[in-house]
């Protein structure tokens, strides 16, 4: 089945430094999502991606799906106290509904 | 719009008694989804449904689980008996479309002694 890996797992930085997390699956993905869920809270959706070398911009937040549709990324610029919290990617393949979720990535951010 | 909407919030149960976790999805979306979120696990699809069909009911754990969607603006999930490796928060989640992002629910925290 498919299979997708999250990494890092956890990343500390101080703010104003840039964060990175990477999605890789092991399938050709449709589509990709990624969400946000802060400690406490529930995922909230940022954006998804569709077509084969995307990059869309959200402030701060790039996202990027890879030319193969095998992974995806999400860019982090001067990360801010407020960016708390992990990041999931969560892809679709074939024409099935559901989202499968990765690990995830918990970004920390100190003063 | 409230947005997705769960009750209860917390729920803390006894082994072998029956719980029952529901969803009010969001008005005039088509698609609704049940999650389990574990630490050991993470996020988990429980079961969808698309127009109050049952799609996908693989990642229910065992007969213990049973999901129903009578109409389009209520789901039940429900537990019969319980045991405390349900213990996790559930969250519900709807969708307007096939490939557009969820919209989750605050999720109920479900504690099992």
């Known amino acids: 089945g498919q299979q997708v890996m999250q990494i890092p797992q956890y990343q500390h930085v101080q703010e104003g430094e840039d964060f990175t997390t990477y999605c890789n699956s092991s399938?050709?993905?449709?589509?990709i999502q990624w969400y946000k869920q802060r400690p406490g809270g529930h995922p909230v959706f940022l954006i998804q991606?569709?077509?084969?070398?995307e990059v869309k911009k959200q402030k701060r937040l790039t996202f990027q799906f890879g030319e193969a549709k095998k992974n995806s990324s999400l860019h982090i610029t001067a990360t801010q106290t407020t960016d708390v919290g992990t990041y999931f990617c969560?892809?679709?393949?074939?024409?099935?509904?559901?989202?499968?979720f990765g690990t995830g990535t918990r970004l920390q951010v100190t003063l | 719009d409230a947005g997705v909407i769960q009750s209860p919030r917390h729920e803390v149960t006894e082994m072998g008694q029956e719980v029952t976790l529901r969803c009010k999805p969001i008005?005039?979306?088509?698609?609704l989804f049940w999650y389990r979120q574990t630490m050991m696990r993470g996020l988990e699809l429980l079961i969808y449904?698309?127009?109050?069909?049952?799609?996908?009911d693989s990642g229910m754990p065992e007969d213990r689980f049973s999901a129903k969607m009578p109409n389009a603006s209520f789901s039940t999930l429900k537990i019969q008996p319980s045991e405390p490796r349900d213990s996790a928060v559930y969250f519900c989640?709807?969708?307007?479309?096939?490939?557009?992002?969820?919209?989750f629910g605050s999720g109920t925290r479900l504690t099992v002694v």
């Open positions: 399938t050709t993905l449709s589509n």
């Open positions: 008005s005039g979306h088509d698609y």
């Open positions: 989640a709807s969708s307007e479309r096939s490939y557009y992002g969820y919209t």
């Open positions: 969560a892809p679709q393949t074939g024409t099935a509904s559901k989202l499968t």
């Open positions: 449904f698309n127009n109050n069909v049952p799609i996908d």
């Open positions: 991606l569709v077509k084969s070398g």
